[in-house]
Nanobody, 114 residues
Framework: VQLQACGGGLVQAGGSLRLSCVAS????????MGWYRQAPGQQRELVAS???????NYADSVKGRFTISRVVAKNSVYLQMDSLKPEDTAVYYC?????????WGQGTQVTVSS
């Protein structure tokens, strides 16, 4: 499975971005999907994950600001990011788990200026 992520960019603090990730083949509602991020010199960390259409999990640092969603019919997962902060600057990766396999997208850069 290939995951194609897009939607990153440069935004001022307080602004919004919407990341999208499309899988190259059919995914199912029960396949966990998520968004991770990695800042320079930092380990990759989980930002948000979703199983089914409503079981979501968020990092404490983004709760109330980010929203993960998915459209199974489009094999897609999204990350709506509001009230962005400079500390949100990182490369964002989408992630899919199917059975014992884990797939990663290529990453999209998000830069938040102060």
């Amino acid at each position: 499975v290939q995951l194609q992520a897009c939607g990153g960019g440069l935004v001022q603090a307080g602004g919004s971005l919407r990341l999208s990730c499309v899988a190259s083949r059919t995914i199912f509602n029960w396949n966990p999907m998520g968004w991770y991020r990695q800042a320079p010199g930092q380990q990759r960390e989980l930002v948000a994950s979703i199983i089914s259409g409503y079981n979501t999990n968020y990092a404490d640092s983004v709760k109330g600001r980010f929203t993960i969603s998915r459209v199974v019919a489009k094999n897609s997962v999204y990350l709506q990011m509001d009230s962005l902060k400079p500390e949100d600057t990182a490369v964002y990766y989408c992630n899919l788990a199917q059975g014992s396999a884990v797939y990663w997208g290529q990453g999209t850069q998000v830069t938040v200026s102060s």
